[in-house]
DNA sequence: GCACAGGTAGATT
DNA sequence: AATCTACCTGTG
């Protein structure tokens, strides 16, 4: 009966500059995370064991909670969540949008853009089921699966399964979830995990590149998704996913369209910087939005 | 009916 | 090393 819950009154984060709807939108619901739901007048959404509302009021962002929650304060899970220690504006000027228009047009359309900082397993279990499908799609499955397999939340609604959860319930449950080819997968990475204990929590922590290599052992992760598990799930803003978006609009509005994706990783880094995977998401967005060529 | 969707792995050239 | 192709399922 999640819509029986009520909400504790919004609370404004004054500190997170993020006061633009598009780029609000953008950032929770743009491709990210595939937990958050569009409603009048907020988006809601969850992550580990939190259930949250966000929206904006008079150029600020606000939170809610089920006011049933007890403990301590989600304020702090959230601004985590939000990575509020990181100064986006700051990385976003250091980006090399003055000696390149097409990344000024992305950036001028979602100012405000953040990267997230999800929980690195459930990064991992998202974009694992994200392989040729819709933004719309992935919700939909994550949702059952979440469904199935999750513990409950305050709200009556459930929390993404753990990756024990996941190896215990099987394949057959998330074939069920239509998730297709990608269950195998999935079932493999669960079992991988539950045999070596405290492997992904030690990938967390390692460099970016050793973390990366890492990740790739994993059945049904290869480069893209490996990329956006660290960049969505661990804040190394200096990876740089390489989808069909940013392919095409590479290939176009960077006129790299003979470059195989090795070319294009290494035009990325040496291009955009350090901070790469920040400028990806601008373009990513604008690309979708039909504001740069793709 | 059929191509395509925020890919990956394994085979083939 | 570059280029197929199978893999599930929903959508247009």
Request: proline residues 6%; charged residues 20%; hydrophobic residues 45%.
């Amino acid at each position: 009966m999640p819509s029986e819950v009520s909400f504790s009154p919004w609370t404004a984060l004054p500190d997170i500059p993020l006061g633009q709807e598009t780029s609000l939108a953008e950032t929770l619901d743009g491709g990210q995370s595939f937990r958050w739901t569009k409603n009048p007048g907020y988006y809601e959404g969850r992550w580990a064991d939190q259930v949250c509302r966000l929206r904006i009021r008079n150029g600020q962002l606000e939170w809610s909670r089920p006011a049933t929650v007890q403990g301590p304060p989600a304020q702090a899970a959230l601004r985590h969540y939000l990575a509020a220690e990181t100064d986006f504006k700051r990385l976003t000027d250091e980006l090399p949008w003055r000696s390149d228009p097409v990344l000024q047009a992305a950036i001028a359309a979602f100012p405000g853009l953040r990267i997230l900082r999800q929980p690195f397993a459930e990064t991992l279990f998202c974009f694992l089921c994200s392989s040729t499908k819709q933004i719309a799609q992935i919700k939909a499955i994550c949702e059952l699966v979440a469904q199935d397999q999750g513990a409950p939340l305050a709200d009556g609604s459930h929390a993404l399964p753990t990756w024990a959860q996941i190896a215990e319930a099987g394949e057959a449950r998330l074939r069920a979830a239509k998730l297709g080819y990608r269950a195998r997968f999935i079932h493999q990475t669960a079992l991988f995990l539950q045999s070596n204990p405290g492997w992904l929590e030690a990938t967390e922590v390692l460099p970016t590149g050793s973390a990366r290599e890492r990740l790739l052992q994993l059945p049904g992760v290869g480069r893209k998704i490996a990329d956006c598990v660290l960049l969505f799930g661990a804040g190394r803003l200096e990876a740089f996913p390489i989808d069909t978006w940013v392919q095409k609009l590479l290939s176009r509005a960077y006129g790299l369209s003979d470059w195989n994706l090795a070319h294009l990783q290494d035009f990325a880094r040496i291009h955009f910087g350090p901070n790469a995977g920040l400028a990806q998401q601008y373009l990513f967005a604008a690309a979708r939005a039909g504001i740069i060529a793709a």
